[in-house]
Nanobody, 124 residues
């Protein structure tokens, strides 16, 4: 199994930046796809960004590309999400996820392990 723990969430002002971190532990050798999802109240969980743990290739939601950046540190076993120019609409619980897929996909079904989530609130 894989354990994922997010950190770095909090309250920020619109236009500000925030960096989220996901610490992965356990049997991560088969977890190639690492991703960030978010879920706002009353809305479905949506894909934000993903990264191939081995190659480092990334995939972003079109609407967020340019503001958010995903990266990984294989030695530390962490995946980060750098969020810039934050907007109130970015307010949500952000989740780290891991899956066995060799191809990064925005589908929820491609991810088998999930963190507990971290709250990000962007004020106007």
């Amino acid at each position: 199994q894989v354990q994922l723990v997010e950190s770095g969430g909090g309250l920020v002002q619109a236009g500000g930046s925030l960096r989220l971190s996901c610490a992965a532990s356990g049997r991560t050798f088969s977890s190639y796809a690492m991703g960030w999802f978010r879920q706002a109240p009353g809305k479905e969980r949506e894909f934000v960004a993903g990264i191939n743990w081995i190659s480092g290739s990334t995939y972003y939601t079109d609407s967020l590309k340019g503001r958010f950046t995903i990266s990984r540190d294989n030695v530390k076993g962490t995946v980060s999400l750098e969020m810039n120019s934050l907007k109130p609409e970015d307010t949500a619980v952000y989740y780290c996820a891991a899956g066995a897929s060799l191809v990064i996909t925005p589908s929820l079904r491609s991810y088998d392990y999930w963190g507990q989530g971290t709250q990000v609130t962007v004020s106007s």
